[in-house]
């Protein structure tokens, strides 16, 4: 008996694979993740590295399907505003459980089933007559399980919660991520260059690196969730006549309302002031972006700007404008090797504006060459999230543990 198993997501996966082999125990069990419905395409990264991660974890072997969007888009066009368990999910269902069957078949399995069936918001009806449908005459059985009965689905979540997977907060795609979310979905809809404090890309890297230091060379990894006041850059810029002046955005600047015109009144040190609106140009040597070394609550609106372009701001009008965003946000902290280390040493796993920041290469290199301190407990490293906005995580981390972390330093990492 050989089962290719649909998997949409790891929360899902979790419970249902381990059951699945406990109820199975003589069969090949395949899983093939299979979700091109998922929008954008960074939740879709994150939920196939957490998928990746457990089925290393319960070692299964895993494949992946393209993510043929466009596809999708097109099968469920029509039907867009349909709740969700309406029309659009069941052909949501049999679009991806049809690709299955040819995987599946492909693969020489014998029968199908899919994680969606531990989803409590699916319908489980819909599911088996989808499951049922697509494989009719494909010589293929659909095994219409039901693990959430029984305290499945709390077993489930107490799972995911041990072994800290990525819980989505929307079905997947993005027709229900604007009925789930109810509008505030502006920043699940954005694809940041690099990898910004409390974004998918920043929380995918940190789930990279588990992936490696867990699975690929077998040291252990610790997650916490933390929350933070996130500063959002929407647009910003600041020009001279025709001009526009390079600039880094400080964090924490406040917004402009409608386009600032406004004249320098005079430089102290190497901060620029003007006549309106609390403008400021801090001039720099580089044109690159600062961390902050103390999280701001607020601050006058503040472009960072080449000391090259002093002269034409101190003798012209500029005129600004600038859209930030300030709200709650969550990010998290990743730690390999043991609380218990001699030294904890943190890096940040964001970038800052101008994409800087450490690579996954870099950071695979480190594990690789300081393995056995780390196993030993001579040291662990840290991998912090929204650490360019004064390092929230940091402070969480040690309030929490009661353990201090020092920074590494760039060129100690390479
Ligand atoms: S809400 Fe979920 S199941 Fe329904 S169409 Fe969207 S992704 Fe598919």
Not at 164 to 173: L, M, R, S
Request: hydrophobic share 35%; glycine share 8%; proline share 4%.
């Amino acid at each position: 008996m050989k089962i290719l198993v649909h998997i949409c997501c790891a929360p899902d996966a979790v419970y249902f694979l381990k059951r699945l082999r406990e109820d199975y125990p003589n069969a090949q069990i395949v899983g093939f993740f299979y979700d091109p419905n998922i929008h954008p395409y960074e939740e879709y990264r994150l939920r196939l590295l957490e998928t990746e991660r457990i089925c290393k974890e319960l070692n299964i072997e895993l494949y992946e399907g393209e993510y043929d969007l466009e596809n999708w888009l097109s099968a469920v066009r029509g039907y867009e505003d349909q709740p969700e368990r309406g029309k659009r999910c069941e052909i949501c269902f049999d679009y991806r459980l049809a690709r299955s069957v040819e995987f599946a078949q492909q693969m020489g399995a014998t029968h199908l089933t899919t994680t969606l069936l531990m989803s409590p918001k699916k319908e489980f009806n819909m599911l088996r007559e989808s499951g049922r449908r697509v494989c009719e005459g494909k010589g293929l059985e659909f095994l219409a399980l039901d693990y959430r009965k029984g305290g499945g689905t709390q077993e489930m979540f107490r799972l995911s919660k041990e072994l800290e997977i990525y819980h989505q907060d929307y079905c997947g795609c993005i027709y229900g991520l604007f009925k789930q979310k109810k509008g505030e979905i502006q920043w699940d809809l954005v694809s940041f260059s690099g990898r910004r404090p409390g974004s998918k890309e920043e929380l995918a890297f940190i789930k990279e690196i588990r992936l490696f230091a867990e699975q690929e060379i077998g040291l252990a990894c610790r997650e916490w969730e933390f929350s933070f006041l996130n500063w959002k850059l929407i647009s910003g810029k600041i020009e001279v006549g025709n001009q526009t002046v390079p600039s880094f955005v400080r964090p924490y600047s406040c917004s402009i309302k409608g386009v600032l015109k406004a004249d320098p009144l005079e430089r102290v040190g190497n901060t620029i002031y003007y006549n309106k609106g609390g403008l400021k140009v801090i001039l720099t040597e580089y044109m690159r972006d600062e961390p902050l070394e103390q999280m701001d609550v607020l601050c006058d609106p503040t472009f960072m700007v080449p000391m090259e372009y002093e002269e034409l701001l101190m003798k012209n009008r500029v005129v600004a404008t600038l859209q930030t965003e300030i709200s709650p946000d969550k990010s998290i902290i990743l730690l390999v090797g043991s609380l218990e280390a001699n030294t904890i040493q943190y890096l940040p796993a964001d970038t800052l504006q101008d994409g800087r920041g450490i690579s996954l290469e870099n950071v695979k290199e480190l594990l690789r060459r300081d393995y056995e301190d780390i196993l030993k407990g001579n040291r662990a490293y840290m991998f912090v999230g929204a650490s360019t906005l004064g390092n929230p995580g940091l402070k969480y981390f040690e309030e929490r543990t009661g353990r201090k972390a020092t920074p590494l330093l760039c060129n100690q990492a390479s």
